[in-house]
């Protein structure tokens, strides 16, 4: 499992006083909030930076780090990467998984047959869609609805499918 999980990634500058917009890679932006730091993946190191202020603006959430006080500064961050620890990242209910966790995961049927690993997750409106590629390069998409996905068991790297009709 990740140590770390990446929450967002600095698009951008806002205003003179430093601070950066966020494209936030998490369901609840608000999240932010109950942050008292982030990570900073520069020149794959991770620089841990104190929030100061959080706001947000058109989906994007707006950030004032610590010791980042000019534009000027805030440039030199532009494409770069937020992490959490995972520690500091939210407790989820049982029964719901992380998609950094799930990522390579390999998925059999009931019957024992493997279908591939888990290569990308995406939201399609009612449910996740989970996108498994063999070593041919053939693609499943696989809803994330109960009825399919029987078992997901992250200790074993492995996730156990019933393949309802048309799924092939």
Known sequence: MQAYFEVGQIVNTFGIKG?????PFTDEASRFEELKTVL????NNLKEVEIEQVSYQKG????????IDT???????KGLF???ARKDAKKLPEGTYFIADLLGLEVYT????????VEDIFNAGANDVYVVKDEL???ILLPGIKEVLKEIDLENEKIIVHLIKGLR
Do not use: D, N, P, S
Request: cysteine-free; charged content about 35%.
């Open 19 to 23: 601070f950066v917009k966020v494209k």
């Open 40 to 43: 900073i993946v520069q020149k």
């Open 60 to 67: 994007m959430v707006l950030l004032k780090l610590k010791g």
């Open 71 to 77: 534009l000027e500064q805030a440039e030199q961050y």
């Open 82 to 84: 937020l992490k959490i």
């Open 110 to 117: 009931e019957e024992g047959e493997l279908l591939g690993k």
């Open 137 to 139: 390069g053939k693609q």
